[in-house]
T-cell receptor, first 114, second 113 residues
Framework: NAGVTQTPKFQVLKTGQSMTLQCAQD?????MYWYRQDPGMGLRLIYY???????DKGEVPNGYNVSRLNKREFSLRLESAAPSQTSVYFC?????????????FGDGTRLSIL | GNSVTQMEGPVTLSEEAFLTINCTYT??????LFWYVQYPGEGLQLLLK?????DKGSNKGFEATYRKETTSFHLEKGSVQVSDSAVYFC????????????FGSGTQLTVLP
């Protein structure tokens, strides 16, 4: 009954370091998403993948890259971390693109950039 | 563009009090509306949704009615419990939308025993 699994749960980086956040879902969902959550700003979409083999930019894509490795996995990469990227990152998935499809969220990755 | 505005928190209530969290939206057309809840240290969970005007979503004693005339989707519960303490997010999306959910900023609710 895992749902959406994110790793790691916590990470501290130095400015300029790179890292990849991993996300996997076991619900056979087609669409996957990466959000960041900052105090007072709700969740903002970074990138999404409507289906396997496709990725598109969301509201705040600068400084990030993504890879839809297969139907289950969708990773987020920070090539050169900056303090402004300190945030809580959430991965989500849904059955498919569409306004009525609820999204299922992971528990988040808490990332601090020093 | 689309946007969602929620009442600012934090909101602190005593157990068994009545809860209202206001949510209004700005959008072109008729979106689907959602309330998500985030418990401490966890991801967001769908609480309820409504897909067209006058629909009422309900779950776990919470209710919200899609009001097209006032572009609102206020969350209500008649008697809150300590276990309802969480952050509540209002959100919208459109069918076939490439960018899915647009979230409000969230409202922190604390219920005291």
């Amino acid at each position: 009954n895992a749902g959406v699994t994110q790793t790691p749960k916590f990470q501290v980086l130095k400015t300029g370091q790179s890292m990849t956040l991993q996300c996997a879902q076991d619900m056979n969902h087609n669409s996957m998403y990466w959000y960041r959550q900052d105090p007072g700003m709700g969740l903002r979409l970074i990138y999404y993948s409507a289906s396997e083999g496709t990725t598109d930019k969301g509201e705040v894509p600068n400084g990030y890259n993504v890879s839809r490795l297969n139907k289950r996995e969708f990773s987020l990469r920070l090539e050169s971390a900056a303090p402004s990227q300190t945030s809580v990152y959430f991965c989500a998935s849904s059955v498919g693109q569409g306004g009525n499809q609820p999204q299922h969220f992971g528990d988040g990755t808490r990332l601090s950039i020093l | 563009g689309n946007s969602v505005t929620q009442m600012e928190g934090p909101v602190t209530l005593s157990e068994e009090a009545f809860l209202t969290i206001n949510c209004t939206y700005t959008a072109t057309g008729y979106p689907s509306l959602f309330w998500y809840v985030q418990y401490p240290g966890e991801g967001l969970q769908l609480l309820l949704k409504a897909t067209k005007a006058d629909d009422k979503g309900s779950n776990k004693g919470f209710e919200a009615t899609y009001r097209k005339e006032t572009t609102s989707f206020h969350l209500e519960k008649g008697s809150v419990q300590v276990s309802d303490s969480a952050v509540y997010f209002c959100a919208l999306s459109f069918a076939g939308s490439a960018r899915q959910l647009t979230f409000g900023s969230g409202t922190q609710l604390t219920v005291l025993p």
